[in-house]
């Protein structure tokens, strides 16, 4: 802490005395507007950073760090805006131009040739001889004190490994700026101590460094200065000892947000919590989560908070029966559903709306109809051999009033719809199943607010049908806004279930974040 | 402009009527440089060369809709062709037993193509490569099974079989048209009426999306190489019924004119979207072309694949420039966004 | 010592040790076929195939395929061929072979690099018209009355009983793969097929190297014509039909992956000397050349079908691995949960 803590002060020297500044600012991002379609991504977005200095980004899903770092990296263009990098104005338009200007990007995925050996991987692109670049390899693994099989396959390394292949090519361009995109997301506690030491090492070599994470832990740990990111604008940011983990987590949420209790909910309404629960799910286990317990009552909304990467949709999913599950149970209404295929899954009343619109949700290049009632093709429906084209049309008309979707006829190509209307589309085909229980994986992802408020209607409409509902987000505002109980996934596990009434933005993010329970003490104390 | 990209990239229905276009075209041009294209009888002998051709494209169409392709098809005529004769001839087989047992094998065949494409997920364009390889040769030990000479081909069937090419309902209209547009009919309903269209469409746009919709895509995409292995051996049988021979290489050098049928036709490559009606009218606009051009301008019928490849690589070239502008790349940009969140790798 | 096991790892080795399996085998039950000069039969007969199937390699290592080549190599053979019977210079005819094929490359490139085209597509109406501008050229008649001397040349041999030409096929695969794996150019090609986007992020050029790879193997085509017509000393209208499946064939057999990065042009020219030679060694094993096709076919699919499980498996490993490293560590259920994983994977 000693040496991190001189760091700052030498930060807050640079900060004080501008003839510094000046020579010291490696990159500097100044308004950065982006939008994708109608969906703003980015709202003026100004951040610097300095020689030696290690920033860290952190902001929940959706807040538009990739974006930023991708319009760094030359992979998106900015609406508007400008980047400088040492006092220069440049124009970046493409990932080589950014490597021209000593920029590198160790990306969230790493991105590497999975066919090619560790050391094609690292010196591909380079003029140098490759006896040359051999001994620099092996200088800047010496270095920093990694030992890496230079002769194995990509495609055989870990995830752990993957990402220290991505940094040792970004120091082999000799980076002025390194950014580190969630590197420690898929790491274990010995690879993050000694990937964190080596951040400090560049750090010391007076590398600036991005580091964006949703730990935290590390933000204290690593970072010399922090920004904190939220719907595409920096709400805070200044130097990491001016701040303590309440402010980052007030940081995270909304400005309008009370911390004391939750706001503009619906209407109370009365669970019977004496039935028996319509969803037991008991010590499962799976690919990335492990010994879940919960239960779900009739025509009741359960939240389910945690960042990216927690386990919430492979845990999901798995109940959908697109993976293997590995233990436990899931009973649905006293039936067993655990392993079973999705088609069964769904003809015995569950249904899910993926998280990941484009990829698992829709089917772009097709009409309104065709989307709508693509989950009920399985059952007779819409018909035993011959497409019921009545119940077709009338199924998804019903959903597209009542959900308000915006859409110019039945036929229309989803493709072309706004983020809303299309997550409509996919929410009225969970719900055209006649389903008993209905897991939402960010449901309003990606959306404007005008259709969020209509998502948010829907679901309180449908929830009054009876139908009980196991929503996943990452927006805390939306849990409190909607849950009558709420759950927090962390690392894989539930840390944390809350009531109603405990239901408040602050304890959700604590407990997302892992820190839940150090606040307590921290209270205790 | 921006009218043909339009119409070269939505609306199945404005490119169906580009393709009746072509065809309006052609009967213009033809019929003008020589009436003689316009007599029935004549129009009728040039579409029987080609429809056995067209008859598989119809279900390659539904391959090419799952996002597939199926380049062994032309080697199941063969097989379908030799199978036949030599059952007959040389196992004492009636002519319809050998008809019905050359179905069976293709079925088996595409199945088996099919399932290690569906299920080994190994990708279909090698899979019916290795399958041209092994059924074209499957035909050609088959042939050596017969008395005769494979490269005299078995002949002399019996009047019912040469009925199904020779007969022509009503004096004039062939029979084998009948069965092509019976054919023609089934792979209509079966695409745009059925459920199983239906899931064959959605499994094209997104296999991933309808495995989330409770479709069981792998099944839907091994049906599809079943569906076209059986219009091949219905081919191969019109094919053998029409020379009166049976051949074990008798389909070869068809892929690029069902190829290119389907893909004329209006369906995307990338899968997703097909017309059996598209499929339809291409193939009757080839024919013609075929027909016309050595009858009006005294074209050879061997420099005819010029056309007909200038064709498809203008439809293809044409589609894709007008895909790649407008909002499909700035979807891909939101879909580029949308990776970066999460695993997403499928099993 | 690294160098040695990174070598035995190469996957063009197991085709290698594959193919020397296949002669012993053949050696085995027809001792008379060990002998130099059938042995070096096999290579001599390959040397057209290696020539096309190490340009198709290229197209293949960027993730994409060129099925032009058959074609390519027919017209180039069917213009050096008529150019010399009519008394032209050997330098050139050769000059305006290779011409010819880079021009057929750009062409494909322009469509696939620029247009943005299916590969497969396009490349197959390329096949098309190229096949009718071949009629067009020779007129549909044999170029024959080829120089003598020309003729004669592709029986000298340079080592043993190896040919000239597949001596000088065997020093260009040399130079070749040492470019392609030794200089920093070289590395491009995979790495584009490897990860298109991954390349773009470290600043790889991904389109001129599409373009190159599609005309070095329009140039591979066409040197294979030039040689084709000395070793078979006649063209027709229909040389080089199928060639584009024979060479893809030799690649899959030579350990290239269809969906681009993986493999060596070593392997492809190891797979097109068992394309090659599997006729051959049919006869000396007693059967008739007639199992060729169903052979190839077999060897194909098993190899593909193999490959892909081995690799859906890696994946699926992987994946857990990574979901499996993200729950908090410490508990028994995490580890209990692997320890059944694993000993599910080994049943």
Same mark, same amino acid.
């Given at each position: ?525 | ?347 | ?61 960027? $993730?994409?395929?060129? &099925?032009?080549?058959? =074609?390519? /190599?027919? @017209? #180039? !053979?069917? *213009? ?79 080592? $043993?009983?190896?040919? &000239?030409?597949?001596? =000088?096929? /065997?020093? @260009? #695969? !040399?130079? *070749? ?95 097109? *000397? ?74």
């Amino acid at each position: 802490m000693e040496a991190a803590g001189s760091q700052q002060d030498a930060a807050k020297q640079d900060g004080s005395g501008i003839s510094y500044q000046v020579p010291n600012t490696l990159l500097s991002v100044q308004n950065i507007y982006k939008s994708f379609g109608s969906n703003a991504v980015l709202k003026g977005i100004s951040l610097d950073l300095c020689k030696g200095q290690v920033l860290a980004l952190i902001g929940g899903n959706g807040a538009g760090k990739s974006t930023l770092m991708k319009i760094i990296m030359g992979i998106y263009s900015a609406d508007r805006g400008e980047i400088t990098i040492a006092g220069e104005k440049v124009d970046i338009s493409n990932p080589k131009a950014a490597l021209a200007h000593s920029i590198y990007m160790v990306p969230q995925e790493p991105m590497l040739f999975p066919n090619m050996t560790v050391r094609e991987n690292i010196v591909i692109g380079f003029d140098e001889g490759a006896s040359e670049l051999e001994s620099r390899l092996r200088s800047v693994m010496d270095e920093i004190g990694w030992s890496l099989d230079l002769d194995r396959k990509a495609s055989t390394l870990s995830i752990a490994e993957q990402g220290m292949v991505e940094i040792l090519r970004g120091l082999m361009r000799n980076p002025k700026v390194l950014i580190l995109d969630e590197p420690t997301s898929a790491l274990t506690f010995d690879e993050v101590q000694s990937l964190l030491a080596c951040v400090q090492e560049l750090q010391n070599k007076g590398i600036g460094i991005i580091y964006i994470t949703h730990r935290l832990a590390e933000v204290f740990e690593i970072g010399t200065t922090v920004a904190i990111l939220r719907d595409g604008i920096v709400t805070t940011q200044g130097n990491v000892f001016e701040f303590t983990r309440d402010d980052l987590v007030r940081g995270l949420l909304p400005a309008d947000a009370s911390l004391s209790s939750g706001k503009a909910r619906g209407a109370a309404r009365k669970i019977d919590y004496s039935q028996d629960p319509v969803l037991k799910v008991q010590g499962f286990c799976g690919y990335g989560f492990s010994d879940i317990s919960f239960d779900i009552y009739p025509g009741e909304i359960v939240g389910l908070a945690g960042v990216v990467g927690a386990g919430r949709t492979e845990m999901a999913t798995t109940i959908f029966g697109m993976d293997k599950a590995l233990g436990g149970s899931v009973l649905l209404n006293g039936q067993d559903i655990t392993g079973r295929k999705t088609r069964q899954v769904i003809s015995m009343g569950l249904n899910y709306v993926p998280e990941d619109r484009f990829n698992d949700g829709l089917y772009r290049i097709r009409g309104v109809a065709e989307n709508t009632t693509s989950a009920l093709l399985s059952s007779s429906r819409m018909g035993r051999l011959f497409l019921n084209a009545k119940e077709e049309e009338r199924v998804s008309q019903s959903y597209v009033d009542r959900f308000r979707t915006k859409v110019t006829g039945l036929d229309q190509e989803v493709g072309g719809l706004s983020g809303g209307n299309q997550q409509k589309i996919v929410i009225g085909r969970a719900f055209s199943t006649s389903p008993k229980v209905v897991i939402l994986d960010e449901p309003t992802r990606g959306i404007d607010a005008a259709a969020r408020g209509d998502v948010y209607a829907v679901l309180q409409e449908l929830r009054d049908t009876g139908v009980s509902i196991l929503l996943i987000s990452s927006d805390m505002e939306e849990v409190v806004e909607l849950s009558d109980r709420a759950l927090v996934m962390y690392q894989g596990r539930i840390v944390q279930e809350f009531e109603r009434d405990q239901i408040v933005q602050e304890n959700l993010t604590a407990a997302a974040f892992g820190v839940y329970q150090a606040e307590a003490k921290a209270v205790t104390e | 402009m921006s009218r043909i990209k339009q119409l070269l990239t939505r609306g199945q229905a404005s490119w169906n009527l580009i393709l009746i276009g072509l065809l309006v075209l052609e009967f213009v041009v033809f019929g003008a440089a020589n009436p003689k294209f316009l007599r029935p009888a004549l129009l009728f002998t040039s579409i029987n060369d080609n429809l056995p051709v067209f008859m598989i494209a119809l279900f390659v169409t539904l391959v090419m809709v799952t996002g597939g392709i199926d380049i062994q098809v032309a080697s199941l005529v063969g097989l379908t062709s030799i199978t036949i004769g030599v059952a007959w001839q040389d196992f004492g087989f009636s002519i319809w037993a050998a008809v019905a047992l050359a179905v069976a094998i293709c079925i088996v065949c595409g199945a088996f193509s099919g399932f290690l494409i569906a299920y080994c997920g190994v990708q279909a364009m090698v899979v019916t490569l290795g399958g041209s390889f092994l059924y074209s040769g499957i035909a050609l030990l088959v042939s050596t099974l017969s008395s005769t000479e494979s490269y005299q081909g078995i002949g002399g069937f019996p009047d019912e079989f040469k009925f199904i090419a020779s007969h022509q309902v009503l004096g004039a209209v062939p029979f084998q048209l009948l069965i092509y547009v019976a054919l023609f009919a089934i792979a209509f309903v079966l695409l745009h009426k059925t459920k199983y269209g239906r899931k064959v469409i959605l499994t094209g746009v997104n296999a991933q999306a309808a495995e989330y919709s409770g479709i069981n895509s792998r099944l839907v995409i091994m049906s599809t190489y079943v569906l076209s292995a059986a219009a091949a051996s219905i081919a191969g049988i019109v094919l053998t019924a029409y020379l009166g021979t049976a051949k074990s290489d008798l389909g070869g050098g068809l892929t690029m004119d069902i190829i290119t049928a389907v893909v004329l036709g209006g369906t995307l490559s990338t899968g997703g979207k097909g017309s059996i009606i598209g499929t339809a009218l291409a193939s009757f606009a080839i024919a013609f072309l075929k027909f016309g051009l050595p009858l009006c301008f005294k074209v050879g019928t061997q420099y005819l694949n010029i056309p007909v490849g200038i064709l498809l690589v203008a439809v293809i070239v044409g589609r894709s420039a007008a895909s790649n502008t407008g909002f499909v790349p700035m979807l891909r940009a939101l879909f580029a966004s949308k990776v970066g969140h999460g695993p997403n790798v499928k099993a | 010592m690294g160098r040695i096991k990174n070598l035995l790892h190469a996957r063009s080795m197991s085709s290698l040790v594959f193919l020397v399996i296949l002669f012993l085998v053949v050696g085995l039950i027809n001792p008379a076929f060990l002998t130099p000069s059938n042995v070096s039969a096999c290579f001599n007969t390959s040397v057209v195939y290696t020539l096309v199937a190490v340009g198709m390699a290229f197209t293949l290592f960027i $993730g994409e395929i060129d &099925v032009s080549v058959g =074609a390519n /190599l027919g @017209l #180039v !053979a069917a *213009v050096v061929g008529s150019m010399l019977r009519d008394g032209q210079s050997l330098g050139l005819a050769i000059i305006v072979g290779v011409v010819i094929g880079a021009l057929i490359g750009l062409i494909n490139a322009w469509g696939v690099a620029i247009m943005k085209a299916p590969s497969l597509i396009f490349t197959l109406g390329v096949n098309g018209v190229l096949r009718g501008i071949i009629y067009v050229y020779t007129n549909g008649a044999w170029v024959e009355n080829l120089p003598k001397g020309f003729k004669d040349f592709s029986s000298v041999t340079a080592v $043993g009983d190896l040919t &000239v030409y597949y001596c =000088a096929t /065997l020093v @260009l #695969v !040399a130079v *070749v793969h040492f470019l392609l794996t030794k200089t920093k150019r070289g590395r491009y090609f995979h790495a584009v097929g490897d990860n298109a986007q991954g390349a773009t992020l470290v600043g790889l050029p991904t389109r001129s190297t599409t373009i190159l790879a599609y005309v070095i193997c329009g140039v591979m085509a066409a040197v294979g014509g030039i040689i084709f017509c000395s070793r078979i000393g006649f063209v027709t209208p229909a040389s080089g039909n199928g060639y584009e499946m024979k060479a893809i064939a030799a690649c899959v057999l030579g350990g290239i992956s269809l969906l681009g990065g993986v493999g060596s042009v070593v392997g492809s020219a190891i797979g097109a *000397v068992i394309m090659a030679s599997i006729s051959y060694l049919l006869v000396f094993m007693g059967f008739s050349s007639n199992y060729d096709n169903a052979i190839t076919g077999i060897i194909l699919i098993v190899i593909v079908v193999v490959d892909a499980l081995l690799q859906r498996r890696a994946i699926v490993k992987n994946r857990h691995a990574r979901l499996a490293a993200r729950v908090s560590s410490g508990t028994e259920a995490a580890t209990a949960a692997e320890g059944k994983d694993q000993e599910g994977g080994e049943a």
